[in-house]
C-alpha cells in the first residue's frame, strides 16, 4: 500500500474518501441557511451568553444547517431600525421589548402597564398564560413570529445624576430618557416628568453629556451597560416588568424545513428559560455590586406612584387604547388596576 493511501484511509475510509470529493456533501457541510440574530444588549449580558450556546446547539442538532450568527450592541441599528430591517427580511431574528414593538403591534406594550405586576412569579404566570398568548397572536397577526417564550429585562428602577425618587414630586420636571414607546412617553407625562424617546444605543451617551438626567432599567443592563459610570442615584421603583420577545421575520422562518424550525424553537425558547434564571438572579444580586461602584441606592413605596397615576386617567386612558378583551386578560393577572 502506497503510503498516500494509508493516509487517506486514516482519515476514514474510502466510503468518506468518496464523499469528501462529492459535491453534495461539499454543500451540506456549508450551513443551508445563516441568519442574523440582533439585538441591543452588551455581550456580558445573559441575553447573549444564553444566545451563544443556543446558536451553537442549534448548529450542532441540524447537522450544520442552520447557523445563527449574533449582532449584539445593536451593531446592526438603533432598536428603531432594526426592527424596520426584521419587517423587510435584512435581519431574520430580533429580541425587542415589547414596548418598543408596540409602534408596529400596539397591544405588545401592555406587559409595561405601571406597577401592573407585583413579583416574577406573577409575570411568568401571565406571560406564559393568556396574556403572553394574546400578544403572541396580535404579532403575528402584524406578520411577525414571536417564539413562545419571552425573554426577561426584568423590573425597572430608575436612576439619575441629581436626585433620588423618593416620591412622585421627585419626578417633576425630571429629564428621563424612556425607549421609543407611546406607553413610556405617556406614563412619564402622567407623572409629570419630562420624557425624551432615546433609542438604547444612545443611552450612555446621553447621559454622560447630560443630554438627560436619568434613565431608567433593570440592574442586569444599569450593570452590563456601565450606566452606573455616568449616574449617581439609583431608586428602586420597580414600576415596570419589560421583556424581550425573540421575534423571527415570518418569510425566513417559513423558509426553514419543517425540522430545522423544530430544532430551533425548542433551543431558543430553552435559552429563554435559561436567560431568565440568569437575569432575576443579577437584578436580586447587583445592588450591592452597583453600590460598590458607588450607586446611591433607596427604595421608594410604589403606592403613592400608582396612586398619582389612577389620579391622572392614567389606566382608563389605556384601558380605553388596549380594549376590553386585553384589558381584561391583564386585569385577571395582575389584579384591579384602574
Ligand atoms: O432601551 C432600553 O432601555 C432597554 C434596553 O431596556 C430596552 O430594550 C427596552
Request: net charge positive.
Amino acid at each position: 500500500m502506497s503510503l498516500s493511501r494509508r493516509h487517506l484511509l486514516a482519515l476514514g475510509g474510502a466510503g468518506a474518501i468518496g464523499s469528501i470529493a462529492s459535491p453534495q456533501v461539499v454543500r451540506a457541510q456549508a450551513p443551508e441557511f445563516t441568519y442574523k440574530y440582533a439585538n441591543n444588549l452588551p455581550d456580558t449580558h445573559p441575553m447573549n451568553v444564553r444566545a451563544r450556546e443556543m446558536a451553537e446547539a442549534i448548529l450542532k442538532e441540524t447537522g450544520g444547517r442552520l447557523q445563527i450568527k449574533i449582532f449584539p450592541t445593536s451593531q446592526l441599528g438603533s432598536d428603531t431600525d432594526t426592527l424596520s430591517q426584521l419587517r423587510s427580511g435584512a435581519v431574520e431574528f430580533f429580541t425587542l421589548s415589547g414596548l418598543i414593538l408596540s409602534t408596529l403591534v400596539p397591544a405588545a406594550s401592555i406587559n409595561g402597564m405601571g406597577y401592573a405586576f407585583k413579583d416574577y412569579d406573577a409575570v411568568w404566570q401571565a406571560m406564559d398564560g393568556d396574556l403572553g398568548a394574546y400578544v403572541r397572536g396580535q404579532i403575528s397577526k402584524a406578520g411577525l413570529v414571536a417564539m413562545e417564550k419571552i425573554w426577561d429585562n426584568g423590573f425597572r428602577q430608575t436612576t439619575t445624576s441629581n436626585r433620588p425618587i423618593v416620591t412622585p414630586d421627585d419626578l417633576r420636571g425630571l429629564k428621563l430618557r424612556v425607549p421609543p414607546s407611546p406607553l413610556w412617553t405617556s406614563m412619564y407625562k402622567a407623572l409629570e416628568a419630562s420624557p425624551v424617546s432615546i433609542n438604547f444605543n444612545e443611552v450612555y451617551s446621553a447621559l454622560q453629556t447630560k443630554v438627560v438626567d436619568g434613565q431608567e432599567n433593570p440592574l442586569a443592563i444599569i450593570a452590563t451597560a456601565k450606566l452606573f459610570e455616568v449616574q449617581k442615584y439609583c431608586s428602586l421603583t420597580n414600576h415596570m416588568w419589560d421583556g424581550f420577545w425573540f421575534l423571527a421575520n415570518r418569510r425566513a422562518w417559513e423558509r426553514l424545513p419543517e425540522d430545522v424550525r423544530k430544532i430551533a424553537a425548542k433551543h431558543i425558547n430553552e435559552a429563554g428559560v435559561r436567560e431568565r434564571a440568569d437575569v432575576a438572579k443579577l437584578n436580586a444580586h447587583l445592588q450591592q455590586d452597583l453600590a460598590s461602584k458607588g450607586l446611591a441606592f433607596n427604595q421608594p413605596d410604589p403606592l403613592p406612584f400608582r396612586d398619582r397615576l389612577r389620579a391622572a386617567g392614567f389606566y382608563k386612558e389605556w384601558q380605553g387604547k388596549y380594549g376590553e378583551e386585553a384589558w381584561a386578560i391583564l386585569e385577571r393577572a395582575v389584579g384591579k388596576l384602574s
